[in-house]
């Protein structure tokens, strides 16, 4: 069975920052893996979906690479603002491939 | 651009009752999903339903039952609300079941069982 965890599950930093938050998977078959952004009293926001097949994924000051075999998954926040202040969960499909398996999340908070 | 609409956003029910959770969703998506999330767990997935007039459980389906109205309706029912069930209710739909697509999440129901 898939487990995904997240390290840590809360993170503070200055303003402009350079930062890296961390997902870990038991099964390294997975399909792909997704990241997300969660802001208090929301839904998820989907920021980048990697394939099995790729390495990594970029979008804006986002980039998240995929190591299967290592069975992890970062995202790289560069020049970190107040407004990326949210809850960041990595999900990783099941064994199938058909669903999500998600982690707990990281709590960031990025101080001005 | 509304996306995933659900309601109500809040609820408060005592044990016992049953309600239904309405999630709909615009984007002319296949697949539709409802999870609940939980302090320090994640989001689990209670049922999903790959396409119009098919449902399959997820991972904690007990207490549960869902209903494909149509392409862009996905219901949850609690028959009978227990105060385990207190949680964040969150649905999401996705163009298709194979995840080669981002999912687009509604911005939940907020669910307290007294």
């Known amino acids: 069975k898939q487990e995904v965890t997240q390290i840590p599950a809360a993170l503070s930093v200055p303003e402009g920052e350079n930062l890296v938050l961390n997902c870990s998977f038991t099964d390294s078959a997975i399909y792909n893996l997704q990241w997300f952004r969660q802001d208090p009293g929301k839904g998820l926001t989907s920021l980048l979906l990697i394939q099995s097949s790729q390495r990594e994924q970029t979008s804006g000051r986002l980039n998240a690479s995929l190591d299967k075999s290592s069975g992890r998954s970062t995202l790289y926040i560069a020049a970190s603002q107040p407004g990326d202040s949210a809850t960041y969960l990595c999900?990783?499909?099941?064994?199938?491939?058909?669903?999500?398996?998600f982690g707990p999340g990281t709590r960031l908070s990025v101080l001005p | 651009n509304a996306g995933v609409t659900q309601t109500p956003k809040f609820q408060v029910l005592k044990t016992g009752q049953s309600m239904t959770l309405q999630c709909a969703q615009d984007?002319?998506?296949?697949?539709m999903y409802w999870y609940r999330q939980d302090p320090g767990m994640g989001l689990r997935l209670i049922y999903y339903s790959a396409s119009e007039g098919t449902t399959d459980k997820g991972e904690v389906p007990n207490g549960y039952n869902v209903s494909r109205l149509n392409k862009r309706e996905f219901s949850l029912r609690l028959e009978s609300a227990a105060p385990s069930q207190t949680s964040v209710y969150f649905c999401a739909s996705s163009g298709t079941l194979v995840l080669d697509q981002p999912q687009h999440f509604g911005d939940g129901t907020r669910l307290s069982i007294l």
């Open positions: 999900a990783a499909t099941d064994n199938y491939g058909q669903n999500f398996v």
């Open positions: 984007m002319n998506h296949n697949s």
